[in-house]
């Protein structure tokens, strides 16, 4: 998910601002904008299978685990937003503000629903345009040819909110925050310290205790070595995410057609 999505983001940006200096260089280094066309749909295949074997995933996941649709949709780890998502929301700014505690979150914080139901309207709207444009010959047999100008237009300005989203207030969430400052490993490990569990979860690690079933959670840190390499790639898909949008803005404040 993060390879396709930073492939995506780097070369539909070198395709959206391709008047700029930052464009013509990038876009030079991955072989032209021909390639990077070429790179920016394979990045595409890959993030819609991602996609679809996902929900395939999630159906398996109720059979398995959940006897019913509504358990599966409406119980305690659902990822739908409820009434504790709003209250810990309304905890969350009087947090801010010095006028409450820090809300106990449990297993998925409300943030945390938005990003990932985001990625299901990004996927849905911008690469349902996009294959509109990658099939133009095919779709314009059932719409209108005049849909394709306005496929073009919520295709690049939607990609626009998303990697701009993405690399500003998602990254704050996840990795700039003071408690997870510089970077949050947990995305490519799936694993984090007991003691840090008990103040990003109290909920989920006070359910589980209760329930007599945290024994079966605790496992073996990984080795030195393979949380290096983590860091390794997590710096890196941070720092072309930051540069992505220091040139988006230039070219927005500087540069724009």
């Known amino acids: 998910m993060i390879v396709s999505f930073i492939s995506l983001a780097l070369t539909g940006m070198t395709l959206k601002f391709s008047y700029t200096g930052w464009a013509a260089l990038l876009s030079h280094l991955l072989g ?20 679809i074997s996902h929900v395939i995933d999630l159906v398996r996941q109720r059979r ?10 409406f119980g ?5 937003f409820n009434k504790k998502d709003l209250h810990d929301f309304i905890g969350n700014i009087k947090w801010f503000l010095g006028k409450g505690p820090r809300p106990s979150y449990g297993r998925w914080t409300y943030w945390e629903k938005f990003d ?3 990625v299901f309207w990004g996927v849905f709207v911008i ?10 010959e095919f779709f314009t047999r059932f719409i209108p040819g005049s849909f394709l100008n306005v496929a073009t237009i919520i295709h690049s300005d939607e990609a626009l909110l998303a990697v701009g989203f993405i690399f500003t207030v998602h990254f704050f969430n996840t990795h700039l925050r003071p408690e997870k400052f510089p970077m949050d490993i947990v995305v ?3 694993r984090m310290d007991l003691e840090e569990f008990k103040h990003d979860k109290p909920a989920e690690y006070e359910a589980l205790v209760k329930s007599g079933q945290l024994e079966k959670h605790l496992v073996e840190a990984y080795p030195p070595i393979v949380i290096r390499a983590v860091r390794v790639f997590g710096w890196t898909a941070l720092g072309i995410g930051f540069s992505i949008v220091v040139w988006i ?9």
Do not use: K, Q
Not at 127 to 135: C, I, R
């Open 32 to 51: 032209g904008y021909e390639s990077a066309g070429y790179i920016h749909r394979f990045a595409a295949v890959i993030m819609i299978g991602l996609f």
């Open 64 to 73: 398995r685990e959940y006897r019913t649709w509504r358990a599966f949709l």
């Open 116 to 118: 990932y139901f985001a």
């Open 76 to 80: 305690p780890d659902s990822m739908l």
């Open 249 to 257: 803005i230039y070219a927005m404040l500087f540069a724009y057609r």
């Open 127 to 136: 690469g349902s345009t996009g294959l509109m444009l990658w099939f133009p």
């Open 188 to 190: 490519f490990t799936g």
